[in-house]
């Protein structure tokens, strides 16, 4: 099973600032089987990033996404007020799919 | 955004199956992967399996054993079966519409408590 860790576990940031969350994986999960979600209090878990870096119908372009093999990154060029939450990164390079810790990003 | 709707009892007790079901929209239920999924404080998010409208299933090796997933195309549900259940099965469970492996759709999730 592949492991996916999430750094940092909480980032403190103030609207408007850049954000930069990391997720490293145990092995290689391929150059683009890595996705990313948005989970706010009481909902479900939202799509933003697929295959790496390509975003899910009507995530605004502020949301972007890099990376390959073992090191991905989420980044939200400029934090709005609804941004503040917790994001996790999965991997479907292989079986059983694989979610990270999260990282939750709260206002400074 | 998909409606998918998760239906099933809140409290299960100890040793008992815990039974789930998810109604999906019609017509879509030929055209993606259906999973199940949880969160616990605990575990964080854990993928169960996924089932092809196909038949073709891939479970999580660590659930194998206790879950099965079915669909009955007919009704547009998706099930979930969970069998001897422990208070570490406690969590909101949601089923998710799968593309190529991610989850591009999911239910609002629904909180089931294991308790005597």
């Known amino acids: 099973e592949i492991v996916l860790t999430q750094s940092p576990g909480t980032l403190s940031l103030s609207p408007g600032e850049r954000a930069t969350l990391s997720c490293r994986a145990s092995?290689?999960?391929?150059?683009?089987?890595l996705a990313w979600y948005q989970q706010k209090p009481g909902q479900a878990p939202r799509l933003l990033i697929y295959?790496?870096?390509n975003r899910a119908t009507g995530i605004p372009d502020r949301f972007s996404g890099s990376g390959s093999g073992t090191d991905f990154t989420l980044t939200i060029s400029g934090l709005e007020p609804e941004d503040f939450a917790v994001y996790y990164c999965?991997?479907?390079?292989?079986?059983?799919?694989?979610f990270g810790q999260g990282t939750k990003v709260e206002i400074k | 955004q998909v409606q998918l709707q998760e239906s099933g009892p809140g409290l299960v007790k100890p040793s008992e199956t815990l039974s789930l079901t998810c109604t999906v929209p019609?017509?879509?239920?030929?055209?993606?992967?259906w999973s199940w999924i949880r969160q616990s404080p605990g575990k964080g998010l854990e993928w169960f399996g996924h089932?092809?409208?196909?038949?073709?299933?891939n479970y999580n090796p660590s659930l194998k054993s206790r879950v099965t997933i079915s669909l009955d195309a007919s009704k547009n549900q998706l099930s979930l079966n969970l069998r001897s259940v422990s208070a570490a099965d406690t969590a909101v469970y949601y089923c998710?519409?799968?593309?190529?492996?991610?989850?591009?759709?999911w239910g609002q999730g629904t909180l089931v408590t294991v308790s005597s």
């Open positions: 998710a519409r799968g593309s190529s492996g991610y989850f591009s759709g």
């Open positions: 019609g017509g879509a239920i030929n055209s993606y992967y």
């Open positions: 089932l092809y409208y196909t038949g073709t299933i």
């Open positions: 092995q290689s999960v391929g150059s683009i089987y």
């Open positions: 295959g790496a870096s």
């Open positions: 999965q991997q479907y390079g292989n079986s059983p799919r694989t």
